[in-house]
């Protein structure tokens, strides 16, 4: 396939949970290759765009294609190509990291000696030996998460949707996933990367969106963002885009607050 | 990875599934996980790094089972009696119904109202037609058990009394009458959650559930009454309502085959025992489940303030019964959390709403052609209001469940917080809960029966009202092991409340027994009166002198 065609296609979407309007027409176009940085506030709707293109959420309004699929047909071919590391370390923490990857490789019909003996490597290369057979439950945060981006590559996916995959992960752990979310981008994986720290998105991203208020307000390179906006740091770009700017005023009022014993 | 024997059963059902258009294979996979992680229990968050003991794998659901074994023979007794056929199963298919949706709503209401599932399995190519699927075997499975161990006796009597054909039709039935469960429930809940969305929608199911729990207790009892005092023995008159019952139709099929009824309504009746769970089944996949998950999503959705009156209140009765302050804290804090904890309610109420319908439901049964006032005065020898020991036995339970909550990751708290000696927790933790849910549903017993029974009784409401608080000290000493609001809730967790369960109604019955023998004397009952008041001090002051390290937290 050639770089050129949208490997995610999102076409006017709405979504509306009761009365309150949580995305208010979005429309992008992503090409295969590209780290997108997916940023906004809290409540700006990133979570709700990743879990329509998931197929958790349904009702909304627009067209969502995937892999040239459009998602709402109820097939779930396109769900065998990608990998979601979600925000809240949501798994069955009752199970062992065997019984879970053993799961995982039934539904993606793996073959599961030469899952068990990968991932066991791959847990290695994030410094987790000998734990494959403890419950999840008796994992650290940060464990937990590593396993979580494990469990969502194991099928070799196109599209990966990372939600905050860092939390807990130590900064040399970090280094290393940053470093295998470039490669895998070189390989031609698009990685939808959703994230509150700026720094992180501002390095590793090709390109970055910004939503404020269930639209896309920003889109574009890092390079392009400051330029338009003659600023220094994503942080400052996302400050400006959102209308923030008395941090220090409600950074004072909070700590005259604590004070008041 | 562990198979199970029932996965190996329902595997000669796999045609079944694939024909209607799910992936068996992986749907078989999800079901295995989930029996797995049904027999583990996420414990506690501050054993946290510790492997978990995996020969504690010891199931809860087990002595569910157990429990309703035990139960059976008292369902059994039934069939035993001289009636036909007919009724006997009518019968006791109807007590089945009423228990088996009180378990559905108590126990698995939380499998069927979850929605983080659907995070995890559904960005995994699992299609929403599976994941229904499983979720709703899933349900029926546990059904089915609970349905067998019920009927366990009455199956055994009625094929001694009756012969094989019995037994292969029962059993059958036994297996339908789950099906019916499960649709009658979630087409309840999928018509609350059209009507409302939220948070409010959380509260509505809570009350609802114990609506439904009341529903069914008390139109079975009702319909049994009608079916059964009136003609015991006589021939079948047909009803056009009989046709509602689906107890009747599991029911009819005996009445054509045992009793030779020629009867052509319960023909008609029988045709409904095949036909109706499998209708009801058809109509759940095809537009219940699919509206109800649509509609699950809002459960997700967050908002609504919870307000702040009565707080001028709270801290008066705080004040008053709790002498030091953590213990009022504590004491206050029970009260929000059973307020606000929803899977704590759903165990709780529906016992709470049963204790005060209970003893109302033994007046009804006991009228023997009297008028309702009439029995209220004269009946039991007078000492009808001594039924309210039923209502102790069934008060005292809702402390069983104070250990539980959804928040239990919360639990650390207790050891952040600079707090010497645990046992005051406890202690505002069973003050709270007495306050907030046993003393206002007795005063209401108790002020029911006053205006019935005049002044008289008030050194008996006074007697019970002293016992009530002994059983239900001993109740929660004896069922949490744990600091309250600890420990996550897991499916069928009623069943590590039978053997204190047992331990409380044997109790409560020698209290009573003593009080039925001494009630004419009212010197006597001063005497028992001051008895449990020197014994509940006593009580009280030794039931909480724990240190942290006696804490399993």
Redesign the interface.
């Known amino acids: 396939m050639e770089n050129l065609e949208s490997i995610i296609s999102i076409k006017n979407l709405h979504m509306s949970?009761?009365s309150t309007n949580v995305l208010n027409g979005i429309n992008l176009e992503i090409p295969r290759g590209q780290i997108i940085g997916y940023i906004g506030t809290n409540g700006a709707g990133k979570s709700t765009t990743i879990?329509i293109m998931?197929?958790?959420?349904?009702?909304y309004e627009g067209k969502v294609e995937i892999l040239g699929q459009d998602i709402s047909n109820?097939?779930?071919?396109y769900?065998?190509k990608?990998g979601?590391v979600?925000e809240l370390a949501?798994?069955?923490?009752?199970?062992t990291a065997y019984?879970?990857i053993?799961?995982?490789g039934?539904?993606?019909e793996l073959e599961q000696e030469k899952l068990i003996e990968r991932v066991e490597k791959l847990m290695g290369l994030f410094g987790m030996e000998g734990v494959i057979n403890?419950?999840i439950?008796?994992y650290?945060k940060g464990m937990k998460q590593k396993l979580l981006i494990i469990c969502s590559l194991i099928h070799n996916p196109d599209i990966l949707?990372f939600d905050e995959p860092l939390s807990g992960l130590d900064a040399n752990s970090v280094m290393v996933f940053k470093e295998v979310m470039r490669s895998l981008a070189t390989k031609g994986k698009t990685i939808f990367y959703s994230s509150h720290i700026m720094d992180v998105v501002e390095k590793v991203s090709d390109r970055i969106l910004l939503l404020n208020d269930g639209q896309v307000v920003a889109d574009g390179s890092f390079e392009e963002l400051s330029n338009n906006d003659k600023k220094g740091s994503l942080e400052e770009i996302f400050n400006q885009l959102t209308g923030f700017n008395e941090h220090a005023e409600i950074a004072k009022e909070f700590v005259s607050l604590v004070e008041e014993v | 990875?562990k198979d199970f024997a029932v996965l190996r059963i329902l595997d000669k059902f796999k045609v079944l599934y694939e024909k209607s258009g799910v992936n068996y294979?992986?749907m078989r996979?999800?079901l295995?996980?989930k029996l797995?992680?049904d027999g583990?229990?996420?414990s506690n968050v501050m054993k946290?790094?510790?492997?978990?003991d995996e020969s504690k794998e010891k199931n809860n659901y087990l002595g569910l089972l157990m429990f309703n074994a035990f139960m059976s023979i008292f369902i059994g007794l039934i069939m035993t009696s001289s009636m036909s056929s007919m009724k006997s199963v009518n019968i006791v298919i109807g007590i089945n119904l009423f228990m088996m949706i009180s378990l559905m709503i108590s126990d698995f209401s939380a499998v069927l109202l979850d929605v983080?599932e659907?995070?995890?399995l559904?960005?995994?190519?699992?299609?929403?037609k599976t994941f229904n699927a499983a979720k709703t075997t899933h349900i029926c499975l546990y059904l089915a058990g609970l349905s067998l161990s019920l009927n366990l006796i009455p199956l055994v009597i009625g094929t001694i009394n009756y012969g094989v054909l019995f037994f292969v039709i029962f059993l059958i039935e036994i297996i339908l009458a789950v099906l019916i469960v499960i649709t009658i429930t979630s087409l309840l809940y999928t018509l609350v959650l059209k009507f409302f969305?939220?948070e409010k929608l959380k509260d509505i199911i809570n009350y609802f559930q114990i609506l439904l729990a009341f529903v069914f207790a008390f139109g079975y009892q009702l319909v049994l009454r009608i079916s059964n005092a009136t003609n015991m023995n006589t021939e079948y008159v047909p009803k056009f309502w009989h046709a509602l019952l689906p107890s009747m139709w599991f029911a009819s099929i005996f009445g054509i085959i045992i009793d030779g009824s020629k009867e052509p309504f319960l023909r008609g009746l029988s045709v409904l025992a095949i036909v109706g769970p499998i209708l009801l089944i058809i109509i759940y996949i095809k537009s219940v489940v699919p509206y109800f998950e649509?509609n699950l999503?809002?459960l997700n959705?967050n908002g609504g303030t919870i307000s702040r009156k009565n707080e001028k209140r709270k801290e008066v009765i705080a004040r008053l019964v709790c002498k030091d302050k953590i213990e009022r804290s504590m004491f206050k804090f029970t009260q929000n959390m059973i307020s606000t904890e929803r899977n704590l309610k759903i165990k709780v109420y529906p016992t709470l709403a049963m204790a005060v319908f209970m003893p109302v439901l033994f007046i009804f049964m006991d009228t023997n052609g009297k008028s309702f006032m009439e029995n209220v005065q004269t009946g039991f020898g007078g000492k009808i209001h001594l039924l309210i020991y039923i209502s102790i036995v069934l008060l005292c339970f809702c402390t069983g469940f104070i250990s539980n909550s959804d928040s239990y990751k919360g639990a650390y708290i207790y050891k952040v917080l600079p707090i010497k000696n645990p046992g005051v927790l406890l202690k505002g933790a069973v003050k709270g809960t007495i306050f907030k849910l046993i003393i206002p549903l007795y005063i209401l017993e108790g002020g029911v029966f006053l205006i019935f029974k005049g002044t008289s009784i008030i050194p008996d409401l006074i007697v019970m009202f002293l016992v009530l608080l002994i059983v239900t000290l001993m109740y929660f000493n004896i069922s949490n092991k744990a600091m309250p609001f600890s420990v996550k809730f897991a499916t069928a967790d009623s069943g590590k409340l039978v053997g204190p369960s047992l331990i409380a109604i044997v109790v409560v019955g020698v209290f009573a027994g003593i009080h039925i023998a001494i009630r004419n004397n009212i010197l006597f009952v001063a005497v028992y009166g001051m008895v449990l008041l020197i014994a509940n001090v006593i009580i009280w002051r030794v039931s909480f002198k724990v240190e942290w390290k006696d804490i399993k937290i």
């Open positions: 949970y009761g879990k998931l197929g958790i959420l349904e009702g109820g097939s779930i071919e769900k065998k990608i979601y979600p949501d798994i069955y923490e009752n199970l019984e879970y053993t799961f995982l039934e539904i993606y403890s419950r439950s008796s650290s949707f | 990875m294979k992986n996979m999800i295995q996980i797995i992680m583990r229990r996420v946290g790094g510790k492997k978990t983080k659907k995070n995890i559904l960005p995994k190519p699992i299609d929403s969305d939220g649509k999503q809002k959705e």
